[in-house]
């Protein structure tokens, strides 16, 4: 491995719970093959039995659930009683990633200084669905003990501090559909301001049907026609539902070498900011390409990159001046993927993205169809949400290249 | 420690049950008269004995409400523009005397929209069309008060929202310290916000720690907590900026720390160790030793399992300055703010540095003997105040100390 700056921050871990499979190795191969991860909705399905009817969903014919996800091979039996879905989604995936980093189970001191850092944008909605259902019933006496712990939107960052003895700092963010990159970059700030020396940074949602409904009856979900149909005919249509939890470890380059870590790669730049659209308004192609160019560029020259399109148009505009501003700056185009068209969407998928990136960086590959694929060492990407928020974050590689 | 950003708060704002004002707050902090009544706002038709909770009864209009917030907006959203509007105008602070992208935004929230939310739910139980309400679920989610407020101060620096159950925006002060220390920001506009839900409501209700009558912390004769809602807000800006437009400097914010229990979901570590953590964290981070401090705002939920934690951690963290130092639970005049709890709380302590007076332990006279610590007595004690804690801990096992210093 090269010699990222001593204090740089680095990524170390990688747990992925996701419609493109489970753990790094299976959706990166996944990813980059152009595998898909959308499947019907059928009626009975046991995945909705949770709590949404699909015939109160007729605009919602595909969806991306989680695939190869067995909570027990991740979660211990008895905190796993107690877990919500999005809990044992987002545990499973902080665990993934804590192994994966080589990490031992902390001392006392190791516990006080590690952090675990979570985005979501709604958090628990099945089981809210559920408990709002039964309180709207029977009324405001028939709240269930069990159930009401899990409702908050913390409940999952909870789960992952006490699934492996974490007692430093406990955060979890919601910013609309830039929740995973928002999370990623409230855990860069408590590691550059000391307040820890390891984060575990995660992002997990699921649908419910309240926000289906919602989406639907605005036009926001994609038509009902097939994946394929959905990735060839960009034109038409806008997300896929989507379900699954992302985690990396992050730490000092420092700490990562004294332990003799392997580095996926090295944070160059990441922030939340606003970019002066209204509150419930996505960024302009403009602000979101202004701002990117602002953040990543300074750091050197990007490879590659990797593109928040869903489907729809308003985020494909995005891609495209974010693709036209980097290339216009660096006088070549870059190389330029997506994922949400294979993964589907969710609030936080932004996490999902991020490791992503770190797997193409360590790598040196990316999977871009029409560009060479010549090594990637620098990759940009970037969260945009409907509340006016951008997120623009960039990752190197080391020098080492490997097989992920 | 010595080089850092040093960081003043120069402006408060809040909306409670006291009214949509600091000075209505500041008030009622001296009246002693709790501010936890029946409540209204939500059925309660099943419960015999009704409930009693901290409502607003009014809620203004805010003057920088969006055009396309006045359907969407959730009751949090609201009550979080109206506290945000005073702190920033009480400030000073001319925003476009600051570029934009140095103003950061961080609004903590346990809850957001869950009202409107539940509301959609109703309509679809009930049978109706849940028309506007859709637009409001969308809106709803825990990032909306934070939107709101950044676009209608044109903020268009660093922005979070943190949701933590009841430390949410203890972390939103701390995190506002944190980006104008590191120099990320010069201005922060942070606070937190929640209105009351059915969801929190019952929930309390089924984990049996609501109280039938207004909450006495640490007293003998506790019952349980009691709800409240509102919203706090508080301008932070680096001691440069602030010294040189010649801002008012209501205190300073000098230091925070947070700590997980992970220990279990909802009840608090009992020997309160998370509670420790980020006790002695924040006072290490602001420089400040235990026989420093002056008055302690408690989190005093007024739960046996809360108060007997947290006077454990406050005794083992302050040791023999324990009988010195005052302490008292202002939630027993305006309800536990959920979310919003760490900033008013806060926003109470500079107010406390201001007057020179420690709040009283609301609708207590008779300590418990297991809470070896000094509550303030009713009536509240004028006395001088150079350096006040204020403790927010919630459900994940989340622990949040701030430390606030006279300037």
Known sequence: MSDPREDAIVITGIGLVTPLGTGADAVWHAWTNGDCGFRALEAGDSRLAQGIDPSDLPAVERAAFVRDFVPREHVRHGLLRRMDWVSRMLVAAARQAYRDAGCEAPDESERERAAIVVGSQFGNQRETARYTRRVLDAGIGAGSPMLFPNLVINAAAGYAAIELGFSGPNLTVSEHEASGEAAFVAALDLLLSGACDLAIVGGVDEFGEVYLQALAERRLLHPSVGWNKALTQRGAGWLIPAEGAAALVLERADRARRRGARVYGVVDEAVTVGSGAGPYDLPSPAAAARTLRACVLPQGRVDAYLGLADGGAPRRAIDHACREALAAAQGAPVRYATFREQCGDHGSIGMLGIALAALAVHCGAFPDRELSSARVRRLALLGAARSGVLAPISLSSTDEICDP | ?407
């Open chain 2, 1 to 407: 420690m010595g080089d850092r950003r040093r960081v003043f708060v120069t402006g408060l704002g809040a909306i409670t049950a006291a009214g949509p004002s600091v000075a209505h707050l500041r008030a009622a902090l001296r009246a002693s008269e709790t501010l936890i009544r029946p409540l209204r706002l939500l059925d309660t038709g099943s419960l015999p004995d009704g409930l009693v909770a901290a409502e607003v009864d009014r809620i203004p209009e805010a003057v920088r409400l969006a055009r396309s917030a006045r359907v969407r907006a959730s009751r949090s959203d609201r009550l979080a523009l109206v506290a945000a509007e005073e702190a920033v105008a009480a400030s000073g602070l001319a925003l476009d005397s600051v570029p934009s992208d140095r103003i950061a935004v961080a609004v903590g929230s346990s809850t957001g929209g869950m009202l409107e939310l539940e509301s959609c739910y109703e309509a679809g139980v009930r049978g109706r069309r849940p028309g506007r309400l859709r637009a409001q679920v969308l809106a709803g989610a825990v990032g909306s008060p934070a939107a709101l407020v950044a676009t209608a101060f044109g903020a268009t620096g660093r922005r979070l929202s943190p949701s933590t159950a009841c430390s949410s925006s203890a972390i939103a002060l701390a995190t506002g310290l944190s980006w104008i220390r590191s120099g990320a920001a010069d201005v922060a506009i942070v606070g937190g916000t929640d209105g009351l839900t059915r969801m929190t409501v019952s929930g309390f209700l089924g984990l049996q720690a609501m109280s039938p009558t207004p909450c006495r912390p640490f007293d003998r004769r506790r019952q349980g907590m009691s709800l409240g809602e509102g919203a706090a807000f508080l301008v932070l800006e680096a001691e440069d900026v602030a010294r040189r437009r010649g801002a008012d400097l209501l205190a300073e914010l000098a230091g925070a720390s947070s700590s997980c229990d992970a220990a279990h979901l909802t009840a608090p570590d009992p020997d309160g160790r998370g509670a420790v953590q980020a006790l002695a964290g924040a006072l290490r981070d602001a420089g400040v030793s235990p026989d420093e401090v002056d008055y302690v705002n408690a989190h005093g939920t007024a739960t046996l399992q809360n108060d007997l934690a947290e006077a454990k951690a406050l005794a083992r963290v302050f040791g023999p300055a324990s009988e010195r130092v005052a302490v008292s639970s202002t939630k027993g005049l305006i309800g536990h703010l959920l979310g919003a709890a760490g900033a008013v709380e806060a926003l109470i302590g500079v107010l406390a540095i201001q007057d020179g007076f420690a709040p009283p332990n609301f609708n207590g006279t008779e300590r418990d003997p297991e809470c070896a610590i000094r509550l303030v007595p009713p009536g509240g004690r004028e006395q001088p105040i150079g350096i006040v804690v204020s403790n927010s801990y919630g459900f994940g096992g989340n622990n949040c100390t701030v430390v606030l210093r006279r300037p």
